[in-house]
């Protein structure tokens, strides 16, 4: 292991901005991969991406959003046949259910409408922070920080925050204005997914002269 660099050592506030525009250059079509038209399709995508590619569930999706338009349209599908309709996702029995309780609680609770606010979606069963923030920020506008495995790994092994969904989120919100939160977001999932994976593409990484991860890959 290589003793750190200068850069590698300075403290985190000193290394995020770098670290961010670094990560916007190198992936400039950051943003969300799942397609959607309106926050309710992207609310019933997300629920679907657990445990799943966004292409798979994007597959799913363009022959489903047609045909489910509103939240009384999911409420009202029957459980056996939205199974059949989103098996290919996984895990299809219990993301049949959370669909449709979540579309029944819009209707009664919400007017059939997506709440635009961390407390109201974070309500609804089968939505937790995550898919909340993915909503809010891709939807409304709304900074959020969405935390799922790709964000987590790539913010504690650049020493940006502590582990734990709630160190995480708290940790980059310290360190990036509210506006670059939606950023911060799809740059770290992206660069998650193409280059520091489980096992990282050290080699290749656009910020690697600011991480101090000890165990690089050469």
């Not at 670094?22 to 926050?39: Q, S």
């Not at 819009?106 to 937790?128: A, I, Q, W, Y």
């Not at 919100?173 to 489980?198: I, N, Q, S």
């Amino acid at each position: 292991m290589a003793a750190l660099t200068p850069a590698q050592k300075a403290p985190a506030p000193e290394r995020a901005r770098p670290i961010l525009a670094r990560l916007a250059r190198a992936h400039p079509d950051w943003g969300p991969t799942l397609e959607f038209r309106t926050p309710l399709d992207l609310l019933v995508a997300t629920i679907l991406a657990a445990q799943a590619t966004d292409e798979r569930i994007n597959g799913i999706t363009r022959g489903l959003f047609p045909r489910y338009r509103s939240a009384r349209d999911w409420a009202a599908v029957p459980q056996a046949r939205l199974e059949r309709e989103i098996k290919a996702s996984g895990f299809f029995r219990q993301k049949a259910r959370a669909i449709r309780t979540m579309s029944q609680q819009l209707v009664e609770r919400f007017g059939g409408k997506v709440p635009r606010d961390m407390e109201g979606l974070t309500s609804l069963h089968g939505v937790g922070r995550k898919t909340a923030a993915i909503v809010l920020g891709a939807a409304f506008g709304v900074p959020a920080i969405a935390v799922d495995r790709h964000v987590g790994r790539v913010a504690t092994r650049l020493g940006l925050a502590s582990k734990g969904t709630d160190g995480v989120e708290r940790g980059l919100a310290e360190l990036y204005a509210r506006r670059d939160w939606y950023k911060v977001t799809w740059t770290f999932v992206l660069h998650g997914r193409r280059t520091c994976m489980p096992r990282p593409a050290c080699p290749r990484c656009p910020v690697r002269e600011l991480c101090p991860y000890p165990d690089k890959t050469v």
